[in-house]
């Protein structure tokens, strides 16, 4: 069966990084689309990044406003493994992730694998 477990969490001072992963088994990792959300308490979830197979065979990923230019989603096909690079993070950073699966980007939020998530704290 799918399986997603993300790890990487850690508590980090503003202007840190991180890096997240997230190990997939269980399903054919190269053509799925793949993403990262994160649900800091008392907000809603909310999408973070996605990567899947454009119509030439390339990668696209998609980035929430929030994130774009300070965090990079990637995949290494070999390991099975959806990485986000996550840079100069900020208290607004702070949150749980979680990695999602799906065979569309569309279908990630309501016919999607998901995982068990993985800590981020940002504090001073």
């Known amino acids: 069966q799918v399986q997603l477990k993300e790890s990487g969490g850690d508590s980090v001072q503003p202007g840190g990084s991180l890096r997240l992963s997230c190990a997939a088994s269980g399903f054919n990792f190269n053509v799925y689309c793949m993403g990262w959300y994160r649900q800091a308490p008392g907000k809603e979830r909310e999408s973070v990044a996605s990567i899947d197979i454009d119509g030439n065979m390339g990668e696209r990923t998609t980035y929430a406003a929030s994130v774009k230019g300070r965090f990079t989603i990637s995949r290494d096909f070999g390991r099975k493994t959806l990485y986000l690079q996550m840079n100069d993070l900020n208290l607004e950073d702070a949150a749980m992730y979680y990695c999602?699966?799906?065979?569309?980007?569309?279908?990630?939020?309501?016919?999607?694998?998901w995982g068990q998530g993985t800590q981020v704290t940002v504090s001073s």
């Open positions: 999602a699966a799906a065979i569309r980007c569309d279908w990630l939020e309501t016919h999607g694998n």
